[in-house]
Every structure is written in structure tokens, then in C-alpha cells.
């Protein structure tokens, strides 16, 4: 969810830039695609390091957290099947 939603910043200033919002203004215009890049790369750095960790404790709790408990079917009764 992270990376899918940090590209919306680096499109957004695609689409300013494209629309002439900055008024040739590079200056703004580097510093806004800079703080975007920064945005995408902390979201795929913030990935990486807690896929593992929570990868980890799904294995370690999940058999203790997750049980489930089968019912044992009725008897089958051969007179009540159609014949």
C-alpha cells in the first residue's frame, strides 16, 4: 500500500510540471520531484524492513493464534437415502 501510494506524489508533480504550474521555476519544480523521490524511497525502505519482521511473527503466532476446531460430521443413516 505504501509504494502504490507514494507514486502519487512523483505523478503529481509530472502532471504540474506538464501543466506549467511552475512557471518555469526549475528550482521548485527539482525540489518538488526531489521530496517525492524521498517520499517513494522511505515507503519501499519502510517495506523492506518490516515484511521480515511481520513475516517472522505471522510464523512464530499464527499456529498459536489461529486454530480451528472440526466438528465431526453426523452419522450417516443408509435408510434415509432415496432409493
Known sequence: ???????????AVAARYAAGAYGGDEEAHAADAARAKALLTIAVVS?????????GLIQL???????????????????????
Open 47 to 55: 517495506i523492506f524492513a518490516t515484511a521480515p519482521l511481520f513475516a
Open 1 to 11: 500500500m505504501q509504494a502504490a501510494l507514494s507514486t502519487v506524489a512523483r505523478d
Open 61 to 83: 503466532l499464527g499456529p498459536r493464534l489461529l486454530t480451528a476446531t472440526i466438528a465431526t460430521p453426523p452419522p450417516l443413516h443408509l435408510s434415509r437415502l432415496p432409493s
